[in-house]
């Protein structure tokens, strides 16, 4: 049976990117194997972060993927940090990831080069080498994510190659899974970078109020010309909100086109923020009703102890390989 696991990292209030990138997926993998989600709070403190908004988006998150239909009965739900086993593989695992490769990675690039180049936290460099012991720790051959994290998947892959190569089959090999529809979504008001929750500009926030929601949307900015067709270089703006609309739909882009092929660009906005709207108003109720119930603990309690089990099964097998035990 796959063994499948994905998370989230606590960094700021989640967007509709990683809505349609990484929550709303999860679910459709709970019923295709053994499932492991979690919140990333350790990866949340490799730039600087409030102690409180930590914690506070720590349990919205875990409600997020409640209210996103993960049910802790087929899935087991964490926190990073309440499984020691991640950092003890990650201290072991540094050994085999080399500071030439990690100085490529295009998040290390984006995240450092505003930053005082004597003061980036050896946290953000290593980044990698955490998310690879988060992967390889569950031994799952399926991480689901949003295109900006296959280069983490990628070096991950290497690492098994050269550990495998060196002590024999001890790790398993992942490998990235990525939306055929809606693996980047884009900023609204500039449809050319990437839709973050660490940039407030232009994103639709999961708690946004709807109205909200609905004028951001109805403001998005479009592309000259009058066609609703998909072309990420000429019309980026359009192609977004085809995107956002084929992904929350679950159909293809050009089935959304054939939908819009007679269509102006103001209906097709509204046709967009109806769904927007329409999903996220559903998902807010269902959020609302978690948060403010003990769910999230009592969800989390089981969750830990059953990852704790698991990591300190694969924990042990590579503490032996490498003569540790
Ligand atoms: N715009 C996006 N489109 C599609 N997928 C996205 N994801 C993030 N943004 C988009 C996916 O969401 C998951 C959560 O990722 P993360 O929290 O580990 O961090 P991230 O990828 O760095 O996401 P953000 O929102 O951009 O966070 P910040 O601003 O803190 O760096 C991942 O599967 C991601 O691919």
């Given at each position: 049976m796959a063994r499948i696991l994905s998370g989230i990292k606590p960094t700021g209030r989640l967007t509709l990117g990683n809505y349609i990138g990484a929550l709303k997926n999860f679910k459709n993998f709970q019923d295709s194997g053994e499932t492991f989600i979690f919140v990333a709070d350790l990866h949340a403190l490799t730039l600087p972060i409030e102690p409180e908004f930590l914690r506070t988006n720590t349990r919205d998150i875990v409600a997020f993927y409640l209210a996103a239909g993960l049910d802790p009965e087929k899935c087991t739900l964490f926190r990073?940090?309440?499984?020691s086993q991640h950092a003890e593989l990650a201290i072991i695992l540094q050994n085999y990831l080399y500071m030439g490769e990690l100085n490529r990675m295009t998040q290390f690039k984006e995240k450092s080069q505003n930053m005082n180049q004597n003061a980036i936290g050896l946290g953000l460099f290593a980044y990698p080498v955490l998310m690879a012991a988060d992967i390889l720790l569950y031994d799952a051959n399926i991480v689901p994510v949003?295109?900006?994290?296959?280069q983490h998947v990628e070096i991950t892959r290497d690492l098994v190659k050269r550990f495998n190569n060196r002590y024999g089959e001890v790790l398993i090999m992942p490998e990235a899974r990525i939306n055929k529809v809606g693996k980047r979504i884009m900023s609204l008001s500039n449809p050319t970078v990437k839709m973050s929750k660490s940039d407030p500009k232009g994103d639709v926030f999961l708690l946004d109020d709807l109205k909200v929601i609905r004028k951001k949307i109805m403001s998005a900015v479009t592309d000259s010309g009058s066609e609703i067709i998909y072309d990420d270089e000429n019309k980026p703006g359009i192609s977004n909100l085809l995107t956002i609309y084929a992904a929350l739909k679950e159909i293809s882009i050009s089935d959304a086109e054939a939908?819009?092929?007679?269509?102006?660009?103001?209906?097709f906005k509204k046709a967009v923020a109806d769904l927007v709207v329409a999903e996220l108003g559903a998902f807010q109720a269902r959020y609302y009703a978690i948060i403010n119930s003990s769910q999230v603990e009592d969800v989390l309690n089981a969750g830990e102890k059953k990852a704790r089990q698991i990591a300190q099964g694969v924990l042990h097998r590579v503490q032996k390989a490498v003569g540790l035990l």
């Open positions: 990073q940090s309440q499984v949003g295109e900006d994290q296959t939908l819009f092929i007679d269509a102006r660009y103001g209906d």
